[in-house]
């Protein structure tokens, strides 16, 4: 498979959970980031974390914590930039970017994988994931050679949605089933965090 950087997007405020960083809340005895971690670690070549702030909370991780490279919490697309800008300084041999939600620790173990198979059957430019009918953005894969044109829409024309940005080019979607529980199943509220530690206990 081709060499791909993974970038855990921890950029997030957590509104609705109250604020602070809901990755680090346990399941099943660990953090979320934990299991996230874990997951994506078999499909990418190196890791680091996508984050703003004081990058110790991550420490215990042992991951570079990168800040966006451009500020104003301007979402997902800035963590994407991130990871682009960050593989082409330290990792110039990836052509490749894969994003993860760091709030959602239950994403297929092959999804890297599926995603690529995708993109060489449609011969497009990158792709996300779908299940239930629904996209998941910032589960995807990205070329670094778009950095700079990312880097255009978000500075100067101030594009902050992924799918206004994905519509200029091919994008292709691996789609996943979502029985017998969505793999992509996200912890935004206090009760997602319960419902996540009943499913993580009958696995």
Request: net charge negative.
């Amino acid at each position: 498979m081709k060499p791909v950087i993974g970038v855990l997007l921890a950029g997030g405020q957590s509104r609705r959970m109250g604020g602070g960083d809901k990755n680090l809340s346990e399941i099943a005895g660990r953090p979320i980031l934990a299991h996230v971690i874990e997951r994506a670690r078999a499909q990418v070549d190196r890791l680091i974390i996508n984050a703003n702030g004081d990058p110790a909370r991550f420490a215990p991780f042992d991951l570079p914590v990168v800040g966006d490279v451009v500020g104003g919490f301007q979402g997902p697309l800035a963590g994407v930039l991130t990871g682009m800008e960050w593989a082409a300084a330290n990792a110039p041999q990836a052509d490749w970017v894969a994003t993860f939600a760091t709030d959602a620790p239950f994403f297929p173990d092959d999804l890297v994988a599926r995603l690529f198979a995708a993109i060489d059957a449609e011969g497009a430019d990158m792709a996300c994931a779908v299940s239930d009918g629904r996209t998941h953005p910032v589960f995807a894969l990205w070329p670094i050679r778009l950095a700079a044109d990312l880097r255009h829409s978000l500075t100067v024309e101030e594009i902050r949605k992924i799918d206004r940005w994905t519509a200029r080019y091919a994008l292709a979607e691996a789609e996943f089933p979502a029985a017998p529980f969505d793999p992509f199943f996200n912890i935004n509220r206090p009760g997602d965090l319960e419902e996540a530690r009943r499913f993580a206990a009958g696995l």
